[in-house]
């Protein structure tokens, strides 16, 4: 079984304060980190792993110090790590990002099934799975929060929705991604960090992967920001007074009826 | 996009090296440098006190070429359904594409895909579609990605809408990025807020960034159409006209079969409503002490006629399913009332429900950053408060 | 401080840091509470390695030493001290077949504690035989091809949970320390059972348990070195593993340390945060330097260690007395610090107060560690005469 996971090295956030002055959050001092959702995704392919055996490929494109996040994933049990490096792949957006990814995963030899995080926490846009999946014209399925079954043809896994969950049969190759539910990602173990050290990380550029350089960075992306602003700050709430819980209780309620919320 | 730093405007202050989550500007005699490893995130933009960090070339998107354009016309929402019954964010949809499309003087056109669903097109009339597309193919029956995927691509190629919305619903956030990737055009996600620019006659589509932190204004100048998905209940729902009719257009395709099948679906016990759908929601954390007493919160939800969510402690804990977690890494919502029961306020935890309408706050730490983002706050002992809350609204009720 | 750590030893440490603030930090107030074995977590030390950094690697270690059994034992014991010491404890049964055990002996059992698949723990106290260790009164007798135990270990780390044991007994109670031998005892040996569990004060996660000998027959070849070697053997092993006590004392104090200085900065009284106060301010400074020196003191003894030196029992001493008591004042600080709320279960350093009192009891109390310092300073006093 030749499993790729996808992943992003995003901000640092699990640190990150609100000043209470501003309600704006603090960043100083946030590093890098793996985007915690494409560590669930590595779980998930070591589990097929563990029991079908086969190769754990981790792909991510970012600068050249997103190796680092690559590393962390070797450390954890993937094989093998490819960075997808260049200038040409600054200012992707979730298009160029899904070909970029797309033409990297057609450079390998064999894949049965791409493992993503069901979105990246810095953008939280979660189009970039199905992207790469129609690039490639694979099926995918989102959200999976369950792998039931998987073959060397084909994968039934539980996708979750708003009311419960679909269970889904696709062919492979097919794309993945995965919530949380997944189960806990394990830790990296002290022999994969050495080793980890030691593997080397090949750097792909645009012409490696033998893109189209219009379909690349900022040439092959159609969305571009124009404006960024703060939201709107939450003004201070008020402290509910009261001598009792029932006091209290009735001090709220008076307010949200009051306000015609209840 | 990409950003440039105005040597003349710099002074060198640091603030955005502060601001940079990636480490990527470095002051070089005095004026702020960004390093390769800038992804254009923009966090440093607005620190800047000088005004010298801005967004390269930014407005100069006219002067592009755009041989790509495919002009088209016409503002499209897609219909997500379920056994005939439109998702909530459809209205709200229609809502606001009734706005956009009137802006633009175009025609509001709604897509709808399925099995024996052409009686949900008078429905969508009289929510002010003026058009609605069908597609009525047994292999459309229940919703898998590659087939409304081939079919809706088919019919923006044959009918060239200058716009097309989906729902930022599982449905939509799976759907609309896969059509995108087939048509080559831009798509935004989990837009807030949409409008017209009336000169340009481009969509601006506005999102929440880096956690609610920053919002960012999108367009797509170059290609068509303009896709976005919609977070649910943010817009407002368009509002029923009886009187209104709508034409209803309907397309035969020849449908590949899926290579992702769905099979069926089904709930978990204790998985009750949709948090996401909810108008009122009572969120428990660690603070309620143990899993029993959710019993407490799901009473007052029921009361109140809202659904239960809950933190990533509390659901750490196993007490509540993932499917109930608010926040970072579970279910963003933004109901009219939000309840937060001993819950602290993580910052991953403030994410998925600060831009609800009202938030009251219940916690016996007076400090607990929960209280920052509380439209009312309570100091106090949970498992009073509650059942307090519960005995009086039984006896309002009765 | 910056202790110039290898490359392999910042993996270490950091692995074990990482761990110990996303998998045992939340879930140590629970452990505390339910009294409940962490196997879980001890499944994840033993699958990131955590197990094998003392063990050579002849023997599926990494080939580290003391000193990186101190940095894993001072991370985890930030989170947790309950799970620190049952970590730790595996050590300490480990140690006394590392370095007496013969290549088969070492062959055997090594690996599996390297890789954590098995636990290890130590069995020396007995209700009559705390500080006095030469006054044990489980028996061995030497039986043809076996010995054969009898008599009652008390207070057992991991007992119970472990699969191997170093246990101490005597073959000749009238010889006293020299007619003790050591064995190494493996669960499920018929006549090998367990009494009851502890109800501690703290590190109430980690198992303490009497383990029973009934006719408990041994094969022979499971006595490690010599007959009469017993009780040096023990002494031995203490030496080696009290600056894991040390670290342990350490760990416990900085993460009071950081739960007090996180309080402090946050935490408003009169209308300003209280770190604010030079009375905490003060307060926490010596918490800083006091956790500093105990961890310098550690460090150079572990280091000192594994260097080779031989006379090591007052350096060792001197760490476990020191950062013992370090780790009692800085917790008992700590909770002063966060005044009422400290007092209470809600937040964890009344927990760290509890946990941090065991430092200055087990592996010797702190008055045996001060004995055998005293006795050493009086003989080089002597000698110089």
């Given at each position: 079984m030749n499993l790729v996971v996808l992943v992003k090295q995003v901000p640092e956030t699990t640190n990150i304060k609100i000043n209470p002055e501003t309600n704006t959050l603090i960043r100083e001092g946030v590093s890098s980190i793996v985007n915690p959702f494409d560590m669930y995704a590595l779980e998930q392919a070591l589990k097929i792993q563990d029991e079908h055996g086969g190769k754990v490929t981790c792909i991510s494109m970012g600068p050249p110090h997103a190796e680092a996040a690559l590393r962390e994933m070797l450390a954890v049990g993937a094989n093998e790590a490819i960075l997808l490096s260049d200038k040409a792949f600054a200012g992707s957006d979730t298009l160029a990002t899904s070909y970029t990814l797309a033409k990297a995963i057609m450079k390998l030899d064999k894949f049965d099934l791409i493992i993503c995080g069901k979105q990246a926490i810095d953008g939280d846009t979660a189009q970039v799975g199905p992207g790469v999946a129609e690039h490639l014209d694979i099926p995918h399925i989102t959200y999976v929060n369950k792998v039931e079954e998987i073959t060397n043809n084909q994968i039934r896994v539980h996708r979750m929705t708003e009311e419960g969950y679909d269970v889904i049969l696709s062919s492979l190759p097919a794309l993945i991604t995965v919530v949380k539910e997944i189960g806990e990602p394990r830790m990296p173990s002290i022999k994969g960090t050495l080793r980890a050290r030691k593997t080397k990380i090949p750097m792909w550029t645009a012409k490696d992967i033998e893109a189209n350089e219009r379909m690349l960075g900022l040439s092959g992306s159609p969305t571009q920001v124009i404006r960024i602003f703060s939201p709107e700050a939450r003004s201070g709430g008020e402290i509910i007074q009261g001598e009792s819980a029932s006091e209290m209780a009735d001090n709220l309620l008076t307010r949200l009826m009051a306000s015609h919320i209840i | 996009m990409s950003i440039k730093i105005i040597p003349t405007k710099c002074t060198g202050c640091e603030a955005c090296i502060n601001a940079c989550p990636y480490g990527a500007i470095k002051i070089k005699g005095n004026i702020a440098h960004l390093l390769d490893n800038c992804t254009s995130c923009m966090a440093c933009i607005r620190e800047c006190p000088t005004g010298a960090?801005?967004?390269?070339?930014?407005?100069?998107?006219?002067?592009?070429?755009?041989?790509l354009i495919e002009q088209g016309t016409g503002v499209w929402i897609f219909v997500e359904q379920r056994h005939g019954i439109p998702a909530g964010v459809v209205y709200e949809l229609l809502g606001r594409g009734q706005a956009l499309a009137h802006d633009l003087g175009e025609e509001l056109c709604a897509v709808l895909l399925g099995y024996n669903i052409e009686f949900i097109a008078g429905k969508l009339a009289k929510y002010g579609a003026d058009k609605i597309y069908i597609v009525d193919d047994k292999a459309l029956s229940d919703f898998e990605d590659e087939p409304y995927a081939q079919v809706i691509a088919g019919l923006v190629t044959e009918f060239k809408p200058s716009i097309f919305l989906f729902g930022a619903t599982t449905i939509g956030r799976s759907l609309a990025p896969r059509i995108a990737a087939k048509l080559g055009t831009g798509l935004t996600a989990d837009c807030t807020e949409l409008s017209i620019?009336?000169?340009?006659?481009l969509l601006l589509q506005t999102r929440p960034a880096f956690g609610g932190n920053i919002m960012a204004t999108i367009i797509c100048p170059d290609k068509r159409p303009q896709m976005a998905t919609v977070r649910p209940k943010v817009m407002k729902p368009a509002e029923h006209n009886q009187a209104r009719t709508g034409k209803i257009i309907r397309i035969v395709q020849e449908i590949a079969p899926s290579r992702a099948k769905f099979l069926e679906t089904y709930k978990t016990p204790g998985q009750q409503e949709n948090i996401q759908e909810a108008d009122i929601v009572v969120s428990g954390g660690r603070g309620i002490g143990e899993p029993g007493n959710f019993r407490l919160l799901q009473e007052l939800a029921a009361l109140l006629g809202g659904a239960v969510g809950a933190s990533r402690a509390a659901v750490d804990a196993g007490w509540v399913p993932y499917a109930n977690q608010v926040g970072q890494t579970g279910k963003t919502v933004r109901p009219k009332l939000y309840i937060a029961c001993g819950i602290s306020g993580a910052v991953q935890h403030l994410v998925g429900m600060s831009s609800s309408d009202v938030i009251v706050a219940i916690n016996n730490d007076p400090n607990a950053p929960i209280f920052s983002v509380a439209t009312y706050g309570i100091v106090g002992d949970v498992l009073e408060i509650v059942p307090a809350l519960i005995s009086k609204l039984r006896g309002s009720s009765s | 401080m910056n202790y110039y750590l290898t490359e392999e030893q910042k993996i270490i440490k950091e692995l074990s840091a990482k761990i110990a603030d996303e998998k045992i930090a939340p879930q140590a107030a629970e452990l505390d509470e339910a009294e409940k074995f962490p196997w879980d977590l001890i499944k994840v030390l033993a699958e990131s390695d955590l197990f094998a950094v003392w063990v050579p690697e002849e023997y599926g270690g990494l080939g580290g030493g003391i000193f990186e059994q101190c940095l894993v034992v001072e991370e985890l014991s930030r989170a947790c001290a309950g799970v620190a010491v049952s970590y730790a404890a595996s050590a300490l049964g480990g140690f006394p077949i590392l370095m007496f055990g013969t290549d088969k002996q070492k062959q055997k059992f090594m690996p599996d504690i390297a890789s954590g698949s098995r636990l290890a723990a130590f069995a020396l106290t007995e209700s009559d035989a705390g500080s006095d260790a030469g006054n044990i009164r489980t028996t061995a007798t030497h039986n043809k091809n076996c010995y054969v135990l009898n008599g009652t270990k008390q207070w057992i780390t991991n007992g119970g949970e472990a699969d191997i044991y170093t246990v101490i007994a005597t073959l000749d109670p009238k010889k006293g320390p020299r007619g003790m031998a050591a064995f190494i005892v493996e669960k499920g040996t018929p006549g090998f059972s367990f009494g009851k569990t502890e109800k501690k004060m703290g590190i109430r996660s980690s198992s303490t348990r009497e383990l029973i000998f009934k006719d408990c027959e041994i094969p022979a070849e499971n006595l490690l070195d010599r007959e009469g070697k017993g009780f040096l053997i023990a002494m031995r092993t203490l030496d080696k593993t009290r600056p894991g006590v040390a670290a342990q004392a350490v760990g416990i104090a900085q993460g009071a340390l950081d739960k007090a200085s996180e309080y402090a900065i946050t935490r408003v009284q009169f209308g300003k945060r209280i770190g604010e106060f030079q009375a905490i301010e003060h307060m926490l400074a010596d918490m800083a330097t006091q956790i500093e020196a105990a961890r310098a003191l550690t460090y150079s003894v572990a280091r000192m260690i594994d260097s080779g030196e031989r006379h090591i029992s007052k350096a060792s001493a001197m760490a476990k007395l020191f950062a013992s008591d370090v780790a009692m004042k800085v917790t008992c600080d700590a909770v002063q610090i966060f005044g009422g709320y400290g007092y209470m279960r809600d937040y964890p350093v009344e927990k760290m107060m509890r946990d941090a009192k065991i430092t200055q009891i087990y592996e010797g109390t702190n008055q045996i560690q001060r004995s055998i310092i005293g006795s050493e300073v009086i003989k080089g006093a002597l000698r110089r005469k």
């Open positions: - | 960090i801005v967004l390269k070339d930014p407005g100069s998107y006219q002067e592009q070429p755009r041989t620019d009336k000169k340009d006659r | -």
